[in-house]
């Protein structure tokens, strides 16, 4: 019976929907947004009525709305919209007062409504919806000026427009418009903006250096407070939609781009709640009542007719005022033409006043309804031709970006990684490369294993962050010694190494093993003492100690630091001595990506430093651009300058950068590593009896059939590690792996357990259990390299599978197979 009642089949419904809306949209070449709006349309209670526009729905779709103006704020570059804030303010009073002042015409004169109503109808004009802004996410263009300026301009028409909404609808109640009316708007304002850009930092810093990212904790606690935000909104007489906008402006310095987190709310949004939010809407499209009457079809074809008109004028006078060219133009007309969210809260609250009719309700859902995929096309269409104008950057062999991180410890490996993530520039060739050192002793298979856990566990940090590494182990009787071989080897450009803190001063402060780094690595050097997440720091503090404008690799070091600022989302601060100033702002001015940049120079280094340790507050992160002994620039003294920081300010995250060796070869493009050899696949599944320990000795009996005695051991170690070091690649999915025996393949057991696998060490039980199992006489590196074949395409695996949910472990060989 219809309409579906049963809350499981309407889900199942639902997110059928949101799964074959882009399926369409790629055949089509139509945007998934018009589609989802469709299938809202025919599923809701104006179409076949198969499901009803439940309170589950509308609000999931409530989060849905919040949802994209915070990731508007999110994604938004500050440093750009601060730059371009008078073309933001000047486009956003143009998309409010020309919308505002035509439509309040066209109402009066045109539909004969009295001045109230005609000034809420013309604020509808005026307000709009970043529906297309995950459109220009996708193309790249999100952190453009010209969107950017769009962006800043949606919060201050948005706000003008609910401010009219606020007045109007106070107005109907019978408030009078007093002055206790107007302070009570202009305060309100005031302490939800100081309440989010004061109070959401300091509570977000406190938590992220308390909690780290696992179980989901920090996605949970981003949630949260865009939700309470969004609410508290309300009592600044403002739409909820104000305080999500504010909510992600005041996180976007907090969520580096490139990390774990970001991942997690960028899924979650385009995934779930954002479809939600369209199908919603769409759910409130009456087809039939939009043409019933001549009434009806007047209000409905004026609404859409001003709203393009005005939204395009102001749009093109905006472009024209900016300098951009005509398709710039187009796409800033395509992200505030769609009308959704504010003005949804416009006609809903007029229509309870009293102060529409049904007609003009109607009139906003075909506004809705055209403008959506009219925008959603605009942004599509031209947002093309507008990355297409942009310069094309070529990556040339000089440029290749190869990070060498060495680790040592788990919880000490994910902070390096996140790091060397921050330095990354993906538009750069090259690579990641976690490297950890076995000491070659009496133990070394044992000492060989637990690396290859600890490259196990930099796997899936990376693949929760959906960047892809390359794993190295080496055997070395020296730690030092095999970082030396290993960075070789690898020709990285940049070693990334850690220090414990257990040790002191420069020969003292970095241990034996980082003199020896110092002296014979010839990759430039970054020794880091992370006490704290890098997404917790204000601002980067770099000292520049006499002569460093001579500095070896100064670009290099320049070029990193403001990479580490830009995806960070802090300002550089410089301390530089007044003779190398000026060499060093010309490479800071003419260095990539654009960060906001201040400077305090002092006569001599004495100067310096007492301005230094005076400005250090306790979310700095500071970076100390040092020489080796054969440099210009060493001298005694700035041996003891990093133990003089650790000292008076332990609490900082603290980098030591040296160049490269005298002599260092420049870095030269080479090919990428060869592709590990694909595994033997064997998929096992179970039934709601069956266990791990049964699947694991079909695995072992497959590999080592012909060897009873080895089966037998290979099967008891993998019971054993099973419950004391499993991987999690993902929710639900775990990976055990070894090297035994003298395999001619690699074997990938892929183990479906229907009713979870219980492990204490993994927040999930995992109902996918990869197994994999290397021959001993190969290198660890055929191992390593296997690994990462694995987490590879698993992460392809995963995204074909929509969410994980699969029917066989068969259907993830045959997926596993045909990745790559």
């Known amino acids: 019976m219809l309409p579906i009642s049963d809350p499981v089949l309407v889900f199942a419904i639902l997110a059928l929907a949101m799964l074959v809306a882009p399926l369409i949209s790629e055949r089509l070449r139509i945007p998934d947004l018009v589609f989802l709006l469709i299938f809202g349309a025919l599923l809701g209670p104006n179409g076949f009525h198969i499901i009803e526009r439940s309170t589950a729905v509308t609000l999931l779709g409530a989060i849905g709305m919040l949802y994209i103006m915070f990731l508007a704020g999110i994604e938004i570059d500050l440093y750009r919209f601060m730059r371009s804030y008078k073309r933001s303010i000047a486009f956003g009073m143009l998309t409010f007062l020309v919308p505002q002042i035509l439509g309040t015409f066209a109402g009066r004169y045109i539909?004969?409504?009295?001045?109230?109503?005609?000034?809420?109808?013309?604020?509808?004009?005026?307000?709009?919806?970043?529906?297309?802004?995950?459109?220009?996410?996708?193309?790249?263009?999100?952190?453009?000026?010209?969107?950017?300026?769009?962006?800043?301009?949606?919060?201050?028409?948005?706000?003008?427009?609910?401010?009219?909404?606020?007045?109007i609808a106070d107005s109907a109640r019978g408030m009078t418009l007093g002055a206790g009316f107007w302070v009570t708007i202009i305060f309100g304002m005031l302490a939800l903006t100081a309440l989010t850009w004061r109070g959401i930092p300091l509570a977000a810093r406190w938590f992220f250096h308390r909690v780290p990212e696992k179980g989901n904790a920090q996605f949970l606690f981003v949630i949260v407070v865009v939700c309470v935000c969004a609410w508290l909104s309300h009592f600044a007489r403002m739409e909820p939609i104000i305080g999500a906008f504010l909510t992600g402006a005041a996180f976007n310095r907090l969520i580096?781009?490139?990390?774990?987190?970001?991942?997690?709310?960028?899924?979650?949004?385009?995934?779930?709640?954002?479809?939600?939010?369209?199908?919603?809407?769409?759910?409130?499209?009456?087809?039939?009542?939009?043409?019933?009457?001549?009434?009806?079809?007047?209000?409905?074809?004026?609404?859409?007719?001003?709203?393009?008109?005005?939204?395009?004028?102001?749009?093109?006078?905006?472009?024209?005022?900016?300098?951009?060219?005509?398709?710039?133009?187009?796409?800033?007309?395509?992200?505030?033409?769609?009308?959704?969210?504010?003005?949804?809260?416009?006609?809903?609250?007029?229509?309870?006043?009293?102060?529409?009719?049904?007609?003009?309700?109607?009139?906003?859902?075909?506004?809705?309804?055209?403008?959506?995929?009219?925008?959603?096309?605009?942004?599509?269409?031209?947002?093309?031709?507008?990355?297409?104008?942009?310069p094309v950057r070529t990556a040339h062999s000089a440029a290749e970006q190869r990070i060498l991180v060495a680790v040592s410890k788990p919880t000490s490996a994910a902070r390096l990684l996140d790091l060397s993530f921050l330095l990354r520039n993906s538009a750069r060739p090259g690579g990641?490369?976690?490297?950890?050192?076995?000491?070659?002793?009496?133990?070394?298979?044992?000492?060989?294993?637990?690396?290859?856990?600890?490259?196990?566990?930099?796997?899936?940090?990376?693949?929760?962050?959906?960047?892809?590494?390359?794993?190295?182990?080496?055997?070395?009787?020296?730690?030092?010694?095999?970082?030396?071989?290993?960075?070789?080897?690898?020709?990285?450009?940049?070693?990334?190494?850690?220090?414990?803190?257990?040790?002191?001063?420069?020969?003292?402060?970095?241990?034996?093993?980082?003199?020896?780094?110092?002296?014979?690595?010839?990759?430039?050097l970054m020794f880091c003492r992370i006490v704290r997440p890098l997404n917790t720091a204000r601002r980067i503090i770099i000292p520049f100690p006499p002569l460093s404008s001579r500095l070896r690799d100064l670009p290099d070091f320049i070029r990193d630091a403001k990479m580490l600022a830009h995806q960070a989302g802090t300002e550089l601060k410089l301390f530089c001595a007044a003779g190398d100033a000026a060499d060093i702002l010309s490479i800071v001015a003419k260095t990539k990506p654009a960060v906001k940049t201040a400077v305090e120079e002092g006569r001599v280094w004495s100067q310096i430093q007492r301005s230094l340790f005076k400005e250090i507050g306790a979310d700095d992160l500071i970076l100390l651009p040092v020489d080796r002994r054969n440099g210009v620039q060493w001298s005694p003294a700035l041996d003891h300058l990093p133990?003089?920081?650790?000292?008076?300010?332990?609490?900082?995250?603290?980098?030591?950068?040296?160049?490269?060796?005298?002599?260092?070869?420049?870095?030269?493009?080479?090919?990428?590593?060869?592709?590990?050899?694909?595994?033997?696949?064997?998929?096992?599944?179970?039934?709601?009896?069956?266990?791990?320990?049964?699947?694991?000795?079909?695995?072992?009996?497959?590999?080592?059939?012909?060897?009873?005695?080895?089966?037998?051991?290979?099967?008891?170690?993998?019971?054993?590690?099973?419950?004391?070091?499993?991987?999690?690649?993902a929710p639900r999915m775990a990976l055990l792996h070894a090297r035994f025996g003298d395999l001619p393949h690699p074997v990938l057991g892929i183990i479906r357990i229907p009713a979870g696998w219980p492990t204490p060490d993994l927040p999930e039980?995992?109902?996918?259990?990869?197994?994999?199992?290397?021959?001993?006489?190969?290198?660890?590196?055929?191992?390593?390299?296997?690994?990462?074949?694995?987490?590879?395409?698993?992460?392809?695996?995963?995204?074909?599978?929509?969410?994980?949910?699969?029917?066989?472990?068969?259907?993830?060989?045959?997926?596993?197979?045909?990745?790559?």
């Open 643 to 729: 133990e003089m920081i650790v000292k008076k300010f332990p609490e900082n995250n603290l980098i030591v950068a040296y160049p490269s060796g005298a002599g260092n070869a420049p870095e030269k493009e080479t090919a990428p590593p060869e592709e590990a050899d694909l595994p033997d696949l064997l998929p096992i599944d179970l039934d709601e009896t069956g266990t791990l320990e049964l699947a694991l000795k079909q695995m072992t009996d497959f590999a080592f059939g012909d060897q009873p005695v080895l089966a037998r051991a290979v099967l008891r170690y993998f019971q054993s590690s099973a419950g004391s070091f499993p991987v999690e690649l």
């Open 111 to 167: 539909l004969n409504m009295n001045w109230p109503a005609s000034l809420l109808l013309a604020s509808m004009f005026a307000s709009h919806t970043l529906l297309a802004y995950p459109i220009a996410s996708r193309l790249g263009i999100s952190r453009s000026e010209p969107v950017a300026v769009t962006v800043g301009a949606t919060i201050i028409t948005d706000t003008l427009a609910l401010l009219v909404l606020a007045v």
């Open 432 to 524: 990641i490369y976690p490297l950890t050192v076995a000491r070659e002793q009496a133990y070394s298979d044992e000492a060989v294993a637990q690396g290859e856990k600890l490259l196990g566990g930099c796997l899936a940090h990376a693949a929760a962050a959906d960047i892809q590494v390359q794993p190295a182990l080496r055997v070395s009787s020296n730690i030092s010694d095999g970082i030396i071989q290993a960075a070789r080897e690898l020709r990285s450009g940049l070693a990334v190494v850690g220090w414990s803190g257990e040790q002191s001063a420069s020969i003292r402060i970095f241990g034996t093993v980082m003199q020896h780094l110092v002296e014979d690595c010839a990759p430039r």
């Open 256 to 390: 580096p781009e490139n990390s774990a987190l970001m991942a997690r709310i960028t899924f979650a949004g385009n995934t779930l709640f954002i479809p939600f939010f369209l199908i919603s809407v769409g759910m409130l499209v009456d087809a039939g009542a939009m043409i019933t009457g001549t009434r009806g079809l007047i209000v409905g074809i004026t609404m859409v007719v001003a709203v393009i008109l005005t939204k395009y004028v102001a749009a093109h006078l905006a472009r024209r005022f900016c300098g951009y060219s005509r398709d710039t133009g187009n796409v800033m007309f395509g992200l505030s033409v769609v009308q959704a969210a504010a003005t949804l809260a416009a006609v809903v609250v007029g229509f309870n006043l009293k102060i529409f009719d049904e007609a003009v309700l109607n009139g906003a859902i075909l506004m809705i309804i055209v403008t959506c995929p009219l925008g959603s096309w605009m942004v599509d269409r031209y947002g093309r031709r507008m990355a297409a104008e942009a």
């Open 765 to 820: 039980p995992p109902q996918t259990v990869l197994v994999l199992i290397d021959s001993h006489s190969q290198p660890p590196e055929y191992h390593l390299k296997n690994l990462s074949l694995v987490a590879r395409r698993m992460q392809v695996v995963r995204r074909k599978l929509k969410g994980y949910t699969v029917v066989s472990a068969l259907e993830i060989c045959e997926l596993f197979r045909s990745s790559s």
